[in-house]
Nanobody, 122 residues
Framework: VQLQASGGGLVQAGGSLRLSCAASGLTFSSYAMYWFRQAPGKERENVAAITEGGDSTYYTDSVKGRFTISRDNGRNTGYLRMNSLKPEDTAVYYC????????????????WGQGTQVTVSS
Protein backbone atom coordinates (compact mmCIF):
# COMPACT_ATOMS: atom_id res chain seq x y z
CA VAL A 1 0.00 0.00 0.00
CA GLN A 2 1.24 3.44 -0.87
CA LEU A 3 -0.12 6.92 -0.33
CA GLN A 4 1.76 9.55 -2.30
CA ALA A 5 1.12 13.12 -1.22
CA SER A 6 2.14 15.94 -3.53
CA GLY A 7 1.38 19.54 -4.37
CA GLY A 8 3.08 21.35 -1.54
CA GLY A 9 5.27 24.35 -2.05
CA LEU A 10 5.99 27.95 -1.20
CA VAL A 11 3.15 30.43 -1.61
CA GLN A 12 2.46 33.96 -0.46
CA ALA A 13 -0.23 34.68 2.08
CA GLY A 14 -3.61 34.78 0.40
CA GLY A 15 -2.54 32.31 -2.23
CA SER A 16 -3.80 28.82 -3.00
CA LEU A 17 -2.47 25.31 -3.33
CA ARG A 18 -4.03 21.96 -4.11
CA LEU A 19 -2.58 18.90 -2.44
CA SER A 20 -3.09 15.45 -3.93
CA CYS A 21 -2.92 12.04 -2.30
CA ALA A 22 -2.57 9.20 -4.79
CA ALA A 23 -3.38 5.78 -3.35
CA SER A 24 -2.27 2.41 -4.64
CA GLY A 25 -2.38 -1.15 -3.40
CA LEU A 26 -5.76 -0.81 -1.71
CA THR A 27 -9.41 -0.33 -2.55
CA PHE A 28 -9.39 3.42 -2.06
CA SER A 29 -13.17 3.70 -2.13
CA SER A 30 -13.37 1.53 1.00
CA TYR A 31 -11.46 3.98 3.14
CA ALA A 32 -12.18 7.33 4.73
CA MET A 33 -9.43 9.81 3.96
CA TYR A 34 -7.75 12.34 6.18
CA TRP A 35 -5.39 15.28 5.86
CA PHE A 36 -3.21 16.12 8.82
CA ARG A 37 -0.55 18.73 9.31
CA GLN A 38 2.32 19.21 11.68
CA ALA A 39 4.20 22.43 12.17
CA PRO A 40 7.60 22.55 13.89
CA GLY A 41 7.21 22.28 17.64
CA LYS A 42 3.49 21.62 17.42
CA GLU A 43 1.31 18.55 17.69
CA ARG A 44 -0.10 16.85 14.64
CA GLU A 45 -3.49 18.30 13.74
CA ASN A 46 -6.38 16.72 11.87
CA VAL A 47 -7.15 19.33 9.23
CA ALA A 48 -9.91 17.62 7.23
CA ALA A 49 -11.60 14.29 6.67
CA ILE A 50 -13.97 12.78 4.12
CA THR A 51 -16.03 9.61 4.11
CA GLU A 52 -15.47 6.74 1.71
CA GLY A 53 -18.11 7.99 -0.68
CA GLY A 54 -17.43 11.65 -0.16
CA ASP A 55 -20.87 12.39 1.29
CA SER A 56 -19.62 13.81 4.57
CA THR A 57 -16.67 16.00 5.47
CA TYR A 58 -14.99 17.39 8.55
CA TYR A 59 -12.80 20.48 8.96
CA THR A 60 -10.94 21.84 11.90
CA ASP A 61 -12.22 25.29 12.81
CA SER A 62 -9.13 27.16 11.65
CA VAL A 63 -9.55 26.06 8.02
CA LYS A 64 -13.33 26.13 7.63
CA GLY A 65 -14.35 28.19 4.63
CA ARG A 66 -10.81 28.15 3.23
CA PHE A 67 -9.96 24.47 2.68
CA THR A 68 -11.95 21.89 0.74
CA ILE A 69 -11.36 18.16 0.93
CA SER A 70 -12.51 16.00 -1.96
CA ARG A 71 -11.82 12.67 -3.58
CA ASP A 72 -12.04 10.93 -6.93
CA ASN A 73 -12.44 7.24 -6.25
CA GLY A 74 -12.15 6.47 -9.93
CA ARG A 75 -8.66 7.94 -9.88
CA ASN A 76 -7.79 6.59 -6.40
CA THR A 77 -6.86 10.12 -5.43
CA GLY A 78 -7.84 12.52 -2.70
CA TYR A 79 -7.37 16.26 -2.67
CA LEU A 80 -7.11 19.21 -0.33
CA ARG A 81 -7.77 22.55 -1.94
CA MET A 82 -6.34 25.33 0.22
CA ASN A 83 -7.39 28.91 -0.44
CA SER A 84 -6.64 32.15 1.39
CA LEU A 85 -3.54 30.61 2.88
CA LYS A 86 -2.06 32.14 6.00
CA PRO A 87 1.46 31.91 7.45
CA GLU A 88 0.01 29.80 10.28
CA ASP A 89 -0.93 27.15 7.69
CA THR A 90 2.78 26.45 7.22
CA ALA A 91 3.39 22.80 8.06
CA VAL A 92 4.12 19.39 6.64
CA TYR A 93 0.84 17.98 5.37
CA TYR A 94 0.13 14.25 5.47
CA CYS A 95 -2.66 12.15 4.04
CA UNK A 96 -3.97 9.03 5.72
CA UNK A 97 -6.74 6.51 5.20
CA UNK A 98 -8.70 4.34 7.56
CA UNK A 99 -11.58 1.92 7.32
CA UNK A 100 -13.47 4.04 9.81
CA UNK A 101 -14.53 7.70 9.68
CA UNK A 102 -13.58 9.75 12.73
CA UNK A 103 -13.71 6.77 15.05
CA UNK A 104 -10.16 5.73 15.85
CA UNK A 105 -7.25 7.73 17.16
CA UNK A 106 -5.03 8.99 14.38
CA UNK A 107 -2.09 6.86 15.43
CA UNK A 108 -4.28 3.81 14.80
CA UNK A 109 -5.18 4.72 11.24
CA UNK A 110 -4.50 2.05 8.68
CA UNK A 111 -2.11 3.81 6.32
CA TRP A 112 -0.16 7.05 6.16
CA GLY A 113 1.57 8.79 3.32
CA GLN A 114 4.77 10.75 3.42
CA GLY A 115 4.42 14.46 4.01
CA THR A 116 4.48 17.38 1.63
CA GLN A 117 5.76 20.73 2.84
CA VAL A 118 3.54 23.78 2.63
CA THR A 119 5.16 27.11 3.39
CA VAL A 120 3.17 30.32 3.41
CA SER A 121 5.14 33.54 3.44
CA SER A 122 3.77 36.76 4.87
Amino acid sequence: VQLQASGGGLVQAGGSLRLSCAASGLTFSSYAMYWFRQAPGKERENVAAITEGGDSTYYTDSVKGRFTISRDNGRNTGYLRMNSLKPEDTAVYYCAVDRYYLVKAANEYDYWGQGTQVTVSS
